[in-house]
């Protein structure tokens, strides 16, 4: 069974021009057509599948600072507060709210790391307060065990992933703009070494700017074009349970196994960092690149098999836009979840949190989760073709800070005064093949 997820009307007619158009309606795509529409720009958000159907749905739903990387820090901070507007304006359903974060451990050395980050983030005036052993044990008794310390992040919160993206879509319908799910962007045209339209397996749109929002389809896509982008996708399985439990915190971090609250009242649960790594043709290419990424976290990552090669969404092969794509041929990306980790995660989570054996699985699923290099996303809106911007490479953090990144490249398309620093999320970043600096993702 596949992640949850609410389903949505929209546009069935393709227009003929736009202001800008937005390709893949994902947590990413989704905010930046949104904030572009409310800005009164005439904007098409095209979806080869179902609005928020891959990686935005098949999340925890975690909105948090916590742990960030310095370089997404401030974007992370001013995503909470969008959020918040962002819910007022487009509906309840996307289901934020500042529940806090808890993070418990037993190990002084994972403690003390997060202590060096809580020093740095409270200089930058993020909320974190280091817990004591008793204060933890208090914190987590629905645990029943004692613990040694661990992290209040008070002012992160949770989303819901199965509705968050199509009420944002609603939203975005709601000030003008068009929503079209069930049409693949086959690539662009262009007039003058600019881009002049999107094609569409509908027709052509006209527009003089495209923002690339694809996901694990991003890479693939700019190679039709010639152009590089460094990106390696890994398979995560995750499952959920139904309502029932008490008592537990609504989002509970440990190196076991990590616990949400979900919107039905059921929990999502996962084991933070464990994945697959299935073979594609551009992970081939891209080995260099992310070897030292992979030789840091060769203890969580295993070998996986061919899903990913035989979806197609990370070809090296181009294609014609005439034809069918490997986009319509894979509406939706839906990989198989690993039931060995799922019944692993159970087993751990239902060890961690006594009230949770009673409770029967919902359903498991996987996802993709596409990286850059260094775990930070690049949003850039200079990327080798005049009128093409970038915003992929989430690296496991996109559904947080999806309204912050689709803020900042709407402010970027605008001329306007940026929300955030934009320099660390470059593209061009990469050229200068600094691989030795990596962050987790």
Known sequence: MTAPLLHISTATQLPSEADCVVIGAGIVGTCTAYWLARAGQKVVLLEKGRV??????????????????????PLSTRSLTLWEEMMADC?????????GLLYLS??????????NWGRFARGEGVDTRMLSGA?????????????TGGVWSPQDGIANPAAAAPTIARGIIKHGGVVMQNCAAR????SGGHVSAVVTEAGTVSTKQVVLT????????????????????VRSSILSVGPGA???????????????RRGDGGYTLAISGSAHVDLTPRMLQATKHFLPIFLRRWRSLSPGGLQGWRSGFD????????????????RVLDPRPDQRLIKRTLKRAQTLLPALKDIPVQASWAGYIDSTPDGVPVIDTDIGLPGLALAAGLSGHGFGIGPGVGHLMADMLLGREPITETAQYKLARFNESQWGKVADF
């Open 187 to 190: 690539g662009l045209e262009t």
């Open 91 to 99: 509906g309840a359903a996307i289901g934020f709210e500042r529940c």
């Open 135 to 147: 204060e933890a044990t208090q914190f987590g008794k629905a645990t029943g065990k004692p613990w």
């Open 52 to 73: 928020g159907a891959e990686q935005s749905s098949r999340n925890w739903g975690w909105c948090r600072q916590q742990n960030r990387d310095a370089r997404e820090l």
């Open 214 to 233: 694809g996901g694990a389809w991003a890479g693939s896509f700019l190679n039709q074009l010639g152009l590089f982008f460094p990106q390696s996708s």
């Open 106 to 115: 037993n190990d002084e050395a994972e403690i003390e790391t997060w202590a």
């Open 246 to 260: 008490q008592g537990l915190p609504d989002a509970l971090h440990t190196k076991d196994v990590s616990v949400t």
């Open 315 to 330: 070809t090296a092969r181009r294609w014609s836009l005439d034809k069918v794509t490997p986009m319509e041929q894979v």
